[in-house]
Nanobody, 116 residues
Framework: QVQLVESGGGLVQPGGSLRLSCAAS????????MKWFRQAPGKERELVAG????????NYADSVKGRFIISRDNAKNTVNLQMNSLKPEDTAVYYC?????????WGQGTQVTVSS
């Protein structure tokens, strides 16, 4: 059974940092392209960052470039999202996604709230 379990969300003040983690099981993690998405209330889900299977290539949404860093540990089957200089507009539920050819899996999401 495939599981993607996100953790690390919470309430943080503007300018603060959070580190999200996603632990994967039930898949050959090293083969999967991993992504973080987010969905704010009343908005569509959007891609935040992605990292190739080998970890050699990362991509970011323009809105988070220079503030967020995606990384992965294929030995531990985890993907992380370091979020710095957080803004109120970063408030959303953050989802982990694993993709390999037709296989596409989602986590349950973790809430991130940026507010003073």
């Amino acid at each position: 059974q495939v599981q993607l379990v996100e953790s690390g969300g919470g309430l943080v003040q503007p300018g603060g940092s959070l580190r999200l983690s996603c632990a994967a099981s039930g898949i050959t993690f090293r083969l999967y392209y991993m992504k973080w998405f987010r969905q704010a209330p009343g908005k569509e889900r959007e891609l935040v960052a992605g990292i190739a299977a080998t970890g050699g290539t990362m991509n970011y949404a323009d809105s988070v470039k220079g503030r967020f860093i995606i990384s992965r540990d294929n030995a531990k089957n985890t993907v992380n999202l370091q979020m710095n200089s957080l803004k109120p507009e970063d408030t959303a539920v953050y989802y982990c996604n694993a993709a390999y050819f037709i296989n596409n899996y989602w986590g349950q999401g973790t809430q991130v709230t940026v507010s003073s």
